[in-house]
């Protein structure tokens, strides 16, 4: 998952680099070569469709369904390696990305692999982002919005920070303007379902929000245009994951040791059974800005 974070009600920079710092070496034995780290969105009816492919697809639905093509401006929260970045570039035509993480390591990597005057990577909160007098015309985020919240807060405290991340990014889009968002969420289970082991291990000071938690938040800021829930995509992403890191395992080994590339291996089993059975659900939300709330 990417990151971008209040630092007091969210995940702290230091618990987003404990997990996406382990390495850009290490990441880069089992993610695709995009080194993208959220869900894909497979073709349900290509079996020989590779991750690479279905991390592509994902990259352009949300960039198709924030209308971003061919934008002067576009804002990518929790901008991850920078593959959404990149693709908005180098793929689709917009003149300039702005990326926000919390991840040195990451920022890093995109300044080094990614030399491209046209993407501006700030390692930075969303609560942090200021633009001055200026605007987007489009607003991407991917797999950080589970990052917003702790562990242990109230529903409604968690609606009170969506709410405040929805109205900053209805301050900074352009009128009737788009904004793409994919969230892992709680599905068939509640927040006492939460695994320990992910808490501690994977992901500290993290906990994944409800449906109507993130409705409540952007509650006539902006119009809910699609919903979609591929949970089913996660588990075959997690699973895709989970191979790769067999095949390169010593690898792995090698550069982490033995009870890291464990601890992943347990991870990404877990996450994926959650997946499966209902406990865990992927949304991919087009919302569109409401110019005049009520």
């Known amino acids: 998952m990417n990151e971008s974070i209040d630092k007091e009600t969210g995940a702290s920079a230091e618990a987003i680099e404990h997990h996406y710092g382990t390495g850009n070496d290490y990441f880069a034995l089992w993610l695709d070569r995009s080194m993208t780290y959220s869900c894909a969105l497979w073709n349900a009816d290509d079996s020989e469709q590779t991750l690479d492919d279905a991390q592509t697809r994902k990259l352009d639905y949300h960039i198709e369904q924030a209308h971003a093509q061919g934008a002067g401006r576009v804002l990518d929260i929790g901008c991850g390696w920078g593959s959404t970045l990149s693709r908005l570039i180098m793929d689709h035509g917009v003149e300039s990305a702005v990326g926000l993480t919390l991840s040195e390591s990451q920022a890093d990597w995109i300044n080094r692999t990614r030399p491209e005057p046209r993407i501006d990577v700030r390692l930075q909160s969303w609560e942090d982002h200021d633009l001055g007098d200026a605007s987007y015309d489009a607003i991407i985020s991917i797999g950080a919005f589970e990052h917003f919240a702790r562990l242990g807060l109230s529903s409604e405290q968690k609606i009170a ?88 395992r010593a690898d792995a080994v090698a550069i982490k040791g033995e009870s890291e590339v464990k601890k992943f291996e347990q991870y990404l089993r877990l996450m994926a059974y959650m997946f499966e059975v209902g406990g865990l659900d992927l949304h991919r939300i087009t919302l569109r800005k409401i110019d005049s709330p009520r």
């Open 161 to 248: 920070i969506y709410r405040r991340f929805f109205g900053r990014c209805h301050g900074w889009l352009k009128s009737r303007r788009w904004m793409s968002l994919q969230t892992v969420a709680y599905g068939n289970s509640l927040q006492k379902d939460f695994d320990g082991f992910i808490g501690q291990q994977i992901f500290p000071e993290t906990d994944t929000p409800r449906l109507f938690e993130i409705a409540a938040g952007a509650d006539r800021l902006f119009e809910v245009v699609r919903l979609r829930n591929d949970r089913d995509d996660y588990r075959r992403t997690l699973r895709a994951w989970f191979a790769r890191l067999k095949n390169h």
